[in-house]
């Protein structure tokens, strides 16, 4: 019997590695980036075809290679960082295992020039699928000048299982922004399809998050600085009032490198306490320095996993750090005023400034020895003061809650038993002869005697509106059946029926990120369709000029970055459809009900009529229940 053991050809080595390492364009501009910065390099410029798909070019003006130790760079394990085993724990690069370039130049057209500082010709080295076609002197700038040309063109499995470009290069700009914040010293510029999307100088750490996220961030950090025999940390976390429920920023990094440690943030936010609600996050960027051995930074192949050998130390630093941190920044001494005795004021009117002249009721005699600043005491009664008269704006409120009454219940009028067949069985209602009545309201939810409108329904926690039906009771979630019936509405706009807009009083000015730009640019058309009126004004700020109707409780640029952040987290080349479908479900999640929010009798009619006229009621478009029945057989067993 033969051997069956063979070693692997190099190439089909090379993209087994490349499989762990190389996993999409962004991890080709980590790792070449990273051995720019290794390279000593002060300025580093990213170019960007079509997310990376096309062309990832990356220039820098590090120290270059020669020719030998450009061709040897490709190798399996060549690096220039170790030399020994225990070199790995005394690491003062960002690269060490010599697996990026091979790699990389596995999966996909290579091109390097590359020149060292201080000599006149350098080298063109140019690789294809691991295979070196050719190496020849060249004149070029001193440093790095890396091109590479259709990522995965080999591997087309890989190929077809990348995002669509607008995710793809999200994560580009993620990767992007962990290297350039702790690399404050190096001037940066990322540009993308001819667009600078960056253009970053060298600068101190907190000019470098002002300039990736927005000078919005400058009031709202505190800077964190402690200094212990294990550890340094420094950096900055926000004001408890700043913690957000999405599109927060959060930094660790460890002698220059990123890392992710949920047991870090746990520290973190326990030193928060209680000075922000559960649902949000506080932003934070801090850096570590430790010791290198330490450390253990070759668990995986990212290098974003990070064994601490003095962990639960290093936790209790950080925790009183930021305890104390925000305890400085809290303890802020405040006024408490006595309003017992305290006169009255008139207000200033409405446009501000000083106030008109008040208005009294008329025959007041006033005592002309009266001093509002007088305390009375001894039990006796102030003086007479004048009062203000009541405004005179004609307020029909009667004639306001008719038309309402009137459109609520024409909502009703097309309601019938035949819209409910296969969501619930429907209960009749019936009026004080015991026989049903006629429409307007039949086919509704309920059963019972008749009584008046708006009492068939019960809210329970301000969460769920309860009825009873034949097969016992049905219970609606407010805020799914709000979304559903939002939803609904929007797609019905998107296939060409009409649906209402209302202009926005102050326009709200939207500042973005920009790859969030570039992704709202690309859903301007798509957006305008479900009721939202964008404008661009300079750079990537933008303006939301007129919104769906119904929306205007919801923070429209909370929900604009709630959909930029669903479509750019999106997976696969997305359809026309499938995007409208998306974006609706965003909008209307914003716009729908809150939990916690007490309904009347005639918004729990409204919106459970609303729900029944949909053509499938029972489910959320994310598939979330919106009706639950409580049958009668249930009920009877609690007894």
């Given at each position: 019997?033969?051997?069956?053991?063979?070693?692997?050809?190099?190439?089909?080595?090379?993209?087994?590695?490349?499989?762990?390492v190389?996993?999409?364009?962004?991890?080709?501009?980590?790792?070449?980036?990273?051995?720019?910065?290794?390279?000593?390099?002060?300025?580093?410029?990213?170019?960007?075809?079509?997310?990376?798909?096309?062309l990832?070019?990356?220039?820098?003006?590090?120290?270059?290679?020669?020719e030998?130790?450009?061709?040897?760079?490709?190798?399996?394990?060549?690096?220039?960082?170790i030399?020994?085993?225990?070199?790995?724990?005394?690491?003062?690069?960002?690269?060490?295992?010599?697996?990026?370039?091979?790699?990389?130049?596995?999966?996909?057209?290579?091109?390097?020039?590359?020149?060292?500082q201080?000599?006149?010709i350098?080298?063109?080295?140019i690789?294809n699928?691991?295979?070196?076609?050719?190496?020849?002197?060249?004149?070029?700038?001193?440093?790095?000048?890396?091109?590479?040309?259709?990522?995965?063109?080999?591997?087309?499995?890989?190929?077809?299982?990348?995002?669509?470009?607008?995710?793809?290069?999200?994560?580009?700009?993620?990767?992007?922004?962990k290297?350039?914040?702790?690399?404050?010293?190096?001037?940066?510029?990322l540009?993308?399809?001819?667009?600078?999307?960056?253009?970053?100088?060298?600068?101190s750490?907190?000019?470098?998050?002002?300039?990736?996220f927005?000078?919005?961030?400058?009031s709202?950090?505190?800077?964190?600085?402690?200094?212990t025999?294990?550890?340094?940390?420094?950096?900055?976390?926000?004001m408890?009032?700043?913690?957000?429920?999405?599109?927060?920023?959060?930094?660790?990094?460890?002698?220059?490198?990123?890392?992710?440690h949920?047991?870090?943030?746990?520290?973190?936010?326990?030193s928060y306490?209680?000075?922000i609600?559960?649902?949000?996050?506080?932003?934070?960027?801090?850096?570590?320095?430790?010791?290198?051995?330490?450390?253990?930074?070759?668990?995986?192949?990212?290098?974003?996993?990070i064994?601490?050998?003095?962990?639960m130390?290093?936790?209790q630093?950080?925790?009183?750090a930021?305890?104390?941190?925000?305890?400085?920044?809290?303890?802020?001494p405040?006024?408490?005023?006595?309003?017992?005795?305290?006169?009255?004021?008139p207000?200033?009117?409405?446009g501000?400034?000083?106030?008109?002249?008040?208005?009294f009721?008329?025959?007041i005699?006033?005592?002309?020895?009266?001093?509002p600043?007088?305390?009375?005491?001894?039990?006796?009664?102030?003086?007479?003061?004048?009062?203000?008269?009541?405004?005179?704006?004609?307020?029909?409120?009667?004639?306001?809650?008719?038309n309402?009454?009137?459109?609520?219940?024409?909502?009703?009028?097309?309601?019938?038993?035949?819209?409910?067949?296969?969501v619930i069985?429907?209960?009749?209602?019936?009026?004080?002869?015991?026989?049903?009545?006629?429409?307007?309201?039949?086919?509704?939810?309920?059963?019972?005697?008749e009584?008046?409108?708006?009492?068939?329904?019960?809210?329970?926690?301000?969460?769920?509106?309860v009825?009873?039906?034949?097969?016992?009771?049905?219970?609606?979630?407010?805020h799914?059946?709000h979304?559903l019936?939002?939803?609904?509405?929007?797609?019905?706009?998107?296939?060409?029926?009409?649906?209402?807009?209302?202009?926005?009083m102050?326009?709200?000015?939207?500042?973005?990120?920009?790859?969030?730009d570039?992704?709202?640019?690309?859903?301007?058309?798509?957006?305008?369709?479900?009721?939202?009126?964008?404008?661009?004004?300079?750079?990537?700020?933008?303006?939301?000029n007129?919104?769906?109707?119904?929306?205007?409780?919801?923070?429209?640029?909370?929900?604009?970055?709630?959909?930029?952040?669903?479509?750019?987290?999106?997976?696969?080349?997305?359809?026309?459809?499938?995007?409208?479908?998306?974006?609706?479900?965003t909008?209307?999640?914003?716009?729908?009900?809150?939990?916690?929010?007490?309904?009347?009798?005639?918004?729990?009619?409204?919106?459970?009529?609303?729900?029944?006229?949909?053509?499938?009621?029972?489910?959320?478009?994310?598939?979330?229940?919106?009706?639950?029945?409580?049958?009668?057989?249930?009920?009877?067993?609690?007894?």
């Amino acid at each position: 019997m033969s051997d069956v053991i063979k070693l692997l050809p190099d190439s089909v080595a090379n993209q087994i590695a490349a499989g762990e390492v190389i996993q999409r364009p962004a991890s080709v501009v980590k790792e070449l980036v990273e051995n720019a910065i290794d390279a000593q390099a002060t300025q580093i410029q990213i170019i960007l075809k079509d997310a990376g798909r096309t062309l990832i070019q990356i220039i820098d003006n590090g120290v270059g290679m020669s020719e030998t130790d450009a061709r040897l760079a490709f190798e399996r394990h060549s690096t220039s960082k170790i030399r020994k085993a225990e070199d790995l724990f005394e690491l003062h690069t960002m690269g060490f295992r010599g697996e990026a370039l091979a790699s990389i130049a596995a999966i996909a057209h290579v091109e390097l020039r590359t020149c060292r500082q201080g000599e006149q010709i350098g080298t063109k080295l140019i690789i294809n699928a691991s295979k070196c076609e050719s190496q020849e002197p060249d004149v070029c700038q001193p440093g790095a000048n890396f091109m590479i040309k259709d990522i995965f063109f080999n591997v087309p499995a890989r190929r077809k299982f990348l995002k669509s470009n607008q995710v793809e290069l999200n994560n580009i700009i993620k990767e992007f922004e962990k290297l350039a914040l702790i690399n404050y010293n190096v001037d940066f510029t990322l540009t993308h399809n001819g667009s600078i999307l960056y253009k970053l100088m060298h600068g101190s750490f907190k000019q470098r998050i002002t300039s990736l996220f927005g000078r919005s961030l400058d009031s709202q950090l505190i800077p964190l600085s402690t200094e212990t025999s294990l550890v340094k940390v420094d950096g900055f976390i926000s004001m408890p009032e700043k913690a957000k429920r999405r599109n927060y920023q959060q930094f660790f990094f460890v002698n220059g490198r990123y890392m992710r440690h949920p047991y870090f943030h746990k520290a973190v936010m326990s030193s928060y306490g209680q000075l922000i609600p559960d649902d949000c996050q506080p932003t934070y960027f801090l850096n570590f320095t430790v010791d290198p051995e330490t450390i253990d930074v070759n668990i995986h192949p990212t290098k974003t996993e990070i064994k601490f050998e003095n962990e639960m130390p290093i936790w209790q630093i950080l925790s009183a750090a930021a305890k104390e941190t925000l305890g400085k920044f809290i303890a802020v001494p405040t006024i408490d005023f006595d309003n017992a005795d305290a006169p009255d004021i008139p207000a200033f009117n409405a446009g501000g400034g000083t106030p008109a002249e008040p208005s009294f009721t008329p025959n007041i005699e006033v005592d002309s020895n009266y001093n509002p600043f007088k305390v009375q005491r001894g039990g006796s009664q102030p003086a007479a003061r004048p009062q203000p008269v009541k405004s005179n704006v004609a307020t029909n409120w009667e004639e306001l809650y008719k038309n309402f009454e009137k459109n609520r219940r024409e909502s009703y009028d097309d309601v019938t038993e035949s819209d409910l067949e296969g969501v619930i069985t429907v209960g009749s209602k019936l009026n004080a002869a015991g026989t049903e009545p006629a429409a307007p309201g039949a086919g509704l939810p309920f059963s019972g005697s008749e009584q008046d409108s708006g009492q068939h329904y019960l809210q329970l926690q301000e969460r769920y509106i309860v009825s009873q039906v034949k097969s016992g009771l049905m219970v609606i979630d407010q805020h799914r059946a709000h979304v559903l019936v939002l939803y609904e509405k929007y797609m019905s706009h998107v296939e060409g029926k009409l649906i209402t807009s209302q202009s926005v009083m102050f326009p709200d000015v939207l500042h973005l990120t920009p790859v969030q730009d570039v992704i709202l640019e690309s859903l301007q058309d798509g957006m305008e369709k479900l009721g939202f009126s964008l404008s661009r004004l300079s750079g990537n700020d933008w303006s939301v000029n007129s919104v769906p109707t119904g929306l205007d409780s919801a923070d429209v640029n909370d929900t604009v970055i709630q959909v930029i952040e669903s479509v750019g987290d999106g997976s696969g080349e997305q359809v026309k459809d499938k995007l409208y479908q998306k974006m609706a479900l965003t909008v209307a999640r914003r716009g729908a009900i809150p939990y916690g929010r007490k309904l009347s009798a005639a918004e729990m009619e409204h919106l459970v009529a609303s729900l029944m006229q949909l053509p499938q009621p029972n489910h959320t478009p994310d598939g979330k229940t919106v009706i639950a029945i409580i049958a009668n057989s249930q009920i009877e067993k609690l007894f």
